[in-house]
């Protein structure tokens, strides 16, 4: 497992404030940050790299994500992944759970969404959605977040 020491939640909120700033960001298959674009992996990544459970200039897909965190606990909480997909060998979807009901990603693209414009347009980028919104929901894993 990852890290050694659970943060407080009150740790966690400070995460939870910084994800809440990347709202509107646009949804770019691949993107690289939050000014041109981020997909669902890097965004989540960004937010475990702010927490200091993975190391900077990480760049995970969402299936590496599970790979990595797949025996951590499956409890829906703040701080929680939430992994979809054909399967637990198939994922092609990861979020950050807000609470154990309440997901924020990056999403609304997919694959062929490889231009900013085409995101603004069709409303593709950061949000906030219920966890279980997509039909293809598969696992919830907590990572455990090290202090500093």
Request: glycine share 10%; proline share 4%; net charge positive.
């Amino acid at each position: 497992m990852i890290g050694a020491i659970m943060r407080t939640e009150t740790d966690l909120e400070i995460i939870k404030q910084y994800a809440f700033s990347f709202l509107g960001t646009p949804y770019l298959w691949g993107g690289p940050n939050r000014y041109l674009g981020l997909d669902c992996s890097q965004f989540v990544t960004e937010l475990l790299i702010a927490a200091g459970t993975l190391p900077h200039k990480s760049d995970l897909s969402s299936a590496a994500l599970f790979d990595k965190f797949k025996n951590c606990p499956s409890t829906r909480t703040i701080g929680a992944l939430a992994f979809y997909g054909a399967s637990l060998t198939q994922i092609t979807h990861v979020a950050w759970l807000l609470d154990d009901l309440t997901v924020i990603e990056s999403a609304g693209g997919g694959s062929a969404n490889t231009n900013v414009d085409l995101s603004k347009k069709t409303g593709a980028g950061v949000r906030i959605r219920p966890l279980i919104y997509r039909s293809d929901f598969l696992a919830v894993r907590l990572p455990s977040y090290k202090r500093g």
